[in-house]
């Protein structure tokens, strides 16, 4: 009985194999990428458990259970860089979430679309250059010699520094986020604005609806399913944080809001070769970013909205 | 909507929009005035919006510079490699997943749903990278970054799409798989894997980090680390986080203002004719995820 099931079962591989072969073919150097790529460096976490020796490997090294945590949980530096990665990021949730859905109800009521596709196209723009090239432009415009404190001196005003007074820089820091990610943001809210029945539209200009009022009963709800997921996504990610937006726009004069976790795992890791401890920190930001991505979704439905997943 | 006549609200959003994309040009602008200017006038603050003491020397010394064009000319060939074969894998993947009958779908797809959930994070990754030999060489930049998980949902998501019809009149007429995806669903396609192709090439030709973290030898550069050195040439060494600054020679802000500018203008060339393809893309991706 046994026996003929599983002659049976390898008569069904044989065909399957057969007949799709060349379809596992195509997937085999994807699989192997992913493995290679993405599961191997998920195995590499274990380090974070051991005190990791390069020459020895995942394989040799020393476990020693939670030791690496408890001593990066001692470490002022790591809750200076955890602190930092949640102000910043609640900066960019402060003014870089609502800014495109602002903008998108701006660019909406716009009725030249002409000037509308222009603009867009300019407005869009920033999205596709690097930090490196924004931290440069950034630099040359508002160092103490740059474009802005020129203007700001022909009008009797003196130099105020931009990128190295610790204030200034977050709010420098936040403004060119919004800068860069505005316009682009705009795209997803203006299709789902477009998505909204014109009918309501048409009542409402017969109830004798002013504009505004379109927007705050019309617009906003209509486009509400996309913020809550959009903003679902944003709290999820509360504690991770881009490597190269930090860097570029950090200075030594600032890093006392500049050292991010992202930037903190670069120099404690690959700057001075602690790898455990790197990995740790890593580990715990992905956990933490789990759960908070999780709990973002479970208060979104509750409070009735439609969670991610 | 439209047909009604222009009033102070009309004009107030014109304005707004029109402020915040000049916003999104200044900076352009800026470049182009500094780099076009000479170094008395931008050393005593003269320079705006518009070149003073014109000059086109700082151009003359880019161009002239045999590494800086060098670098352009390897960053575009490692562009145009990194985004084929992320294009071959992304492909690869996409195709066979749409098939319902194929064994396993649904667990191959889960394996890589959860690389969008999990990753090992950045040491992890570093010490890949070093373990299987490949810091400073061209693969670093290649093989880590090869296939986005997300990019092969949008593709799946098209290629679903298509109707099914189409490829079993196909296989009637005694099409095989592979011929089916060369001849039917590949040239359907086009567009999509233009948009995809163009995420994959923005990506790469932005990228820092890893060629920050992978890369020390001058010659295999891309454009953003060597633009990153330029910049932060002469910014006293210890205003910087990391370890890239030389610090030795002094650049002036022109020629920092030039170099912005050559790493710009290709994205600048290529990217109002391309634009299109890249909204297509958010949506795609949007209403999958």
């Given at each position: 009985m046994m026996l003929n099931l599983m002659a049976k079962g390898m008569i069904e591989v044989k065909a399957v194999l057969k007949r799709d072969f060349f379809l596992y073919f195509l997937l085999l150097l994807p699989m192997a990428y992913i493995f290679?790529?993405?599961?191997?460096?998920?195995?590499?976490?274990?380090?974070?458990?051991?005190?990791?020796?390069?020459?020895?490997?995942?394989?040799?090294?020393?476990?020693?259970?939670?030791?690496?945590?408890?001593?990066?949980?001692?470490?002022?530096?790591?809750?200076?860089?955890?602190?930092?990665?949640?102000?910043?990021?609640?900066?960019?949730l402060a003014a870089g979430f609502p800014a495109p859905i602002i903008l998108a109800i701006l660019l909406n009521e716009l009725r030249?679309?002409?000037?509308?596709?222009?603009?867009?196209?300019?407005?869009?723009?920033?999205?596709?250059?690097?930090?490196?090239?924004?931290g440069g432009m950034v630099y040359l415009m508002f160092s103490s010699g740059g474009?802005?404190?020129?203007?700001?001196?022909?009008?009797?005003?003196?130099?105020?520094?931009?990128?190295?007074?610790?204030?200034?820089?977050?709010?420098?820091?936040?403004?060119?986020?919004?800068?860069?990610?505005?316009?682009?943001?705009?795209?997803?809210?203006?299709?789902?604005?477009?998505?909204?029945?014109?009918?309501?539209?048409?009542?409402?200009?017969?109830?004798?609806?002013s504009r505004l009022r379109k927007i705050?009963?019309?617009?906003?709800?209509?486009?509400?399913?996309?913020?809550?997921?959009?903003?679902?996504?944003?709290?999820?990610?509360?504690?991770?944080?881009?490597?190269?937006?930090?860097?570029?726009?950090?200075?030594?004069?600032?890093?006392?809001?500049?050292?991010?976790?992202?930037?903190?795992?670069?120099?404690?890791?690959?700057?001075?070769?602690?790898f455990s401890q790197a990995t740790a920190v890593g580990l715990f930001q992905s956990v933490v970013g789990l759960i908070f991505l999780a709990a973002a979704n479970y208060g979104a439905k509750k409070i009735g909205e439609q969670g991610i997943w | 909507m439209s047909g009604r006549k222009l009033n102070w609200t009309d004009l107030i959003i014109i304005i707004f929009i029109s402020a915040v994309a000049i916003s999104c040009l200044v900076p352009f602008l800026y470049m182009i005035a500094l780099s076009l200017s000479s170094n008395n006038a931008i050393t005593s603050q003269k320079v705006s919006l518009w070149p003073v003491g014109f000059t086109i020397e700082t151009y003359k010394t880019i161009l002239s510079d045999v590494e800086m064009i060098y670098t352009l000319g390897y960053t575009i060939v490692l562009t145009a490699i990194y985004t084929i074969f992320c294009m071959f894998l992304t492909v690869c993947a996409a195709y066979p997943l749409t098939k319902k009958r194929l064994k396993g779908r649904n667990f191959l797809l889960t394996v890589l749903v959860i690389t969008m959930y999990f990753s090992g994070g950045l040491i992890p990754s570093y010490l890949l990278?070093?373990?299987?030999?490949?810091?400073?060489?061209?693969?670093?930049?290649?093989?880590?970054?090869?296939?986005?998980?997300?990019?092969?949902?949008?593709?799946?998501?098209?290629?679903?799409?298509?109707?099914?019809?189409?490829?079993?009149?196909?296989s009637i007429d005694g099409c095989n798989d592979l011929g089916i995806l060369v001849r039917i669903v590949l040239p359907l396609s086009l567009p999509s894997i233009a948009t995809l192709s163009l995420f994959y090439a923005v990506d790469r030709w932005n990228g820092f980090q890893d060629a920050l973290f992978y890369i020390t030898n001058k010659n295999l550069y891309p454009m953003?680390?060597?633009?990153?050195?330029?910049?932060?040439?002469?910014?006293?060494?210890?205003?910087?986080?990391?370890?890239?600054?030389?610090?030795?020679?002094?650049?002036p802000e022109s020629l920092k203002a030039a170099s912005v500018m050559f790493t710009t203008v290709p994205i600048l060339v290529v990217y109002p004719k391309l634009q299109k393809y890249f909204v297509e893309g958010v949506l795609t991706g949007a209403i999958k995820g």
């Open positions: 290679i790529f993405k599961y191997a460096p998920i195995y590499g976490v274990l380090m974070a458990f051991q005190d990791y020796n390069i020459f020895e490997g995942i394989g040799g090294s020393e476990w020693v259970g939670f030791d690496v945590f408890n001593f990066i949980f001692h470490q002022d530096s790591f809750y200076r860089a955890l602190q930092n990665t949640l102000v910043l990021n609640l900066l960019d030249y679309a002409r000037f509308k596709k222009v603009t867009q196209t300019i407005l869009y723009l920033p999205h596709f250059l690097s930090w490196v090239i924004i474009m802005a404190n020129s203007v700001l001196s022909r009008f009797g005003l003196g130099n105020i520094d931009f990128l190295s007074q610790k204030t200034n820089w977050l709010i420098m820091y936040t403004a060119v986020g919004v800068w860069q990610s505005v316009g682009w943001g705009t795209i997803i809210y203006l299709a789902s604005i477009i998505g909204i029945n014109k009918d309501l539209y048409e009542a409402s200009d017969m109830d004798g609806c705050w009963h019309i617009t906003l709800p209509g486009i509400k399913p996309t913020i809550m997921m959009l903003l679902i996504l944003q709290i999820g990610r509360m504690v991770s944080i881009g490597f190269d937006r930090p860097f570029v726009m950090g200075n030594s004069l600032v890093s006392d809001y500049s050292d991010v976790i992202s930037t903190y795992v670069y120099r404690i890791g690959i700057g001075s070769g602690d | 990278v070093k373990n299987l030999d490949m810091m400073n060489t061209v693969w670093s930049l290649i093989l880590p970054g090869a296939m986005s998980v997300f990019n092969v949902i949008i593709l799946k998501t098209f290629f679903g799409s298509l109707p099914e019809s189409l490829e079993e009149s196909a953003q680390l060597k633009l990153y050195q330029i910049i932060t040439a002469n910014q006293q060494l210890d205003t910087q986080q990391g370890e890239g600054s030389v610090g030795a020679y002094i650049v």
